[in-house]
């Protein structure tokens, strides 16, 4: 492409070290769509005539069907997938496939064509995402009444529905895709036209090629179309926190099917068992997902270090910005496939969390606000019932065993009814406040994603 300058061939070891080709094939579908919008705007510059466009388009048709069909051979010596469809185009039509690259760069083309790939992958995760979050739904509704410890520092807290645990991943995801769609709103700017760097002499009716491409807008400085890769790094990021998110999930259920917690079982579908020991039953695809999240982690931390150091405008370096950023995409995929599938199968032990769940320690707090009900400052009535809880630590009773005397010991305020808040029951439904999780909350909470989550929404 270049052989005007070169009087010697370049290097086996440079190609071998420089092709992206093996990677960069996947943009051919966004690099076929880039070059007939491109043709059309050089058309409409008077450089091609129709014939010439005509002959482009349907060149470049005939390549993506060869490509799809898996007849279609890419070279590495021709380095990127950029320069295998534009010279197998020229091999095949001519003199009308050299004009093509009138007016454009690899610079603005490979910019191009990772932005339309970004959105179409955008497009995928957040379908991805409701579909996992549907499944949580299911879940919740397949035990609406079930009920948990809710922990914090790991250590026993609160009483609270199980749905109510589940339903705050089903929050995360929603921030996840939002987020998403903050990004693709933002990269939704086509570069093409920005050429190497300061665009060209030819003028292109840029305006023209983005709405055949789909784009909001057009880039408005040459040089930082063709140097930016922020969509990239906010996309990584993007990607990394629903990681996290995803690994979050995959901790809770690695500890709620051990033996310890039981208090849910996943399907033998979704597990694995032990080649040595016979009676394992192991969460690898959890595990898989917790250990996944580091490549997701790994690859923002890649291409943040990629581009912290370079000049202005494009440097071969970007060229390292795809592998992460295919990884990451296929990552989160596969992962968000396979944790619905998981969570789909995942039963809950209604007798086991309901066990957990009626250690009256649980029901402290709701004592101390026993007391504030009945005047007590907040500060005096959390001394008064911790030093309760020591007692009935120390006596080996629980709440529901001490005596109306043996309260009153501790405050006055104590009346009889003090042991109506002794109940999960009665605990959860008094948590009425927005967000809180009282069962007529939740109810309403899984009515609210049902809607936004069906396929109609
Ligand atoms: N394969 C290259 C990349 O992905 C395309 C752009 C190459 N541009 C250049 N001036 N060498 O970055």
Redesign the pocket.
Known sequence: MWKGRFSQPTSQLVQAFGE?VSF?WRLYAQDIRGSIAHAKGLEKAGILTSGERAAIEKGLLEIQHEIEHGDFEFQSSL????MNIESNLTARIGPAGAKLHTAR???D??ATD?RLYCKDAIDRLTTDITHLQRALVEACERCPDAVVPGYTHLQRGQPVLFAHHLLAYVEMLSRDASRLADTRKRLDVMPLGSG?LAGSTIIIDRPFVASELGFAAVSQNSMDAVSDRDFIAELLFDIALCGIHLSRLSEDIILWCTAEFGFVTLSDAHTTGSSLMPQKKNPDVAELTRGKTGRLVGNLMSLLTLLKGLPMT?N?D??E??EPLFDSIDTLHTTLEVVAEMISGMDVNAPRTAAATSDPLLLATDLADYLVKHAVPFRQAHEVIGKLVAFSLSEKRGFAQLTLEEYQSFSPAFEADLFDCLSVQTALEARQGIGAPSPKNIASQLTRWRAALSPQA
């Open positions: 992206s960069d380095e990127d997938v950029h760069s690899r610079n083309q490979v990772v190497a494009y071969r970007l060229q910005d795809k």
